[in-house]
């Protein structure tokens, strides 16, 4: 492991992400209606970086969206249901398998592919919009991904990433190449975009008791029935999750 001069964490190489290989489409699970079964963690994530896109953009209904590292598709049906035209793609062969079965299954056209984030096949200036949910931590030169967002990005395109705040000498998570404390995380964005809003979500109270204890968790997803605590958003505070919202350059 070593530590690169922007405060990130990094792995000595990545980890290969095979999580969908082992247990199919699994993020889908955080759409389900019964509040017992859903994970408020990973709805919270995708429902507030939906919410900052749509806002951004002024609702996402008729937009270009590009979903960087999509997975199985979860991020992207949700734009797509918002009325977002909306292009999907990630590496993992399986991912993309997935999410194109789940499309066909809810009946919605979104145009999944393969392909690599940092390196992808749309021209320049393709999309109005761009987001990529716990993506960047997963990368060993999350550079190219950020200059890759602003090649096709549409002059004055938003994008919205969001990943998790640092709060280990090691990640957590043992998928996770990079993680940035707040301040390293706007540094890293601002090399790339200097119109940068910075936001966090998922307070570490709720997060601890979500992890730590079943009956805490029952509460939560009771109380998730009216609300999504997780969801919980602003601009300072001690929290789990961070986000960038970007506007690319109109000159």
Known sequence: MQVSNTGSVSNAKNTPFDKYRK???????????????????????YQVTQSL????????????????????????????????????????????EYAKKQAILRRVHIDFSIQDVCATKFPDGTFDAVVSNEVIEHLSEPGKMLLEIKRVLRPGGIAVLSTPIRVTKKP????????????????????????????????????????????????????????????????????????????????
Not at 25 to 40: D, G, I, Q
Not at 62 to 83: E, F, N, P, Q, W
């Open 23 to 45: 247990s199919g489409s699994y993020h889908w699970a955080v759409l389900s209606h019964n509040p017992f079964a859903r994970n408020l963690i990973h709805l919270g994530r």
């Open 172 to 251: 957590l998570d043992p998928y996770h190449v990079n993680e940035w404390f707040r301040e390293d995380f706007c540094d890293l964005v601002e090399l790339v975009f200097p119109d940068v809003e910075y936001r966090v979500s998922h307070p570490i109270a709720l997060t601890d008791v979500w992890y730590r204890t079943k009956l805490g968790r029952r509460v939560l997803q009771i109380i998730s029935v009216f609300s999504n605590p997780m969801c919980y958003e602003s601009s300072t505070g001690l929290f789990r999750q961070q986000y960038a919202i970007v506007r690319s350059s109109r000159s």
């Open 53 to 96: 896109l749509e806002s951004a953009v002024y609702g996402v209904a008729g937009k270009s969206v590009l979903d960087m590292g999509c997975g199985d598709g979860v991020l992207s049906y949700r734009i797509t249901r918002a009325g977002g035209l909306v292009s999907g793609i990630d590496l993992c062969e399986y991912a993309i």
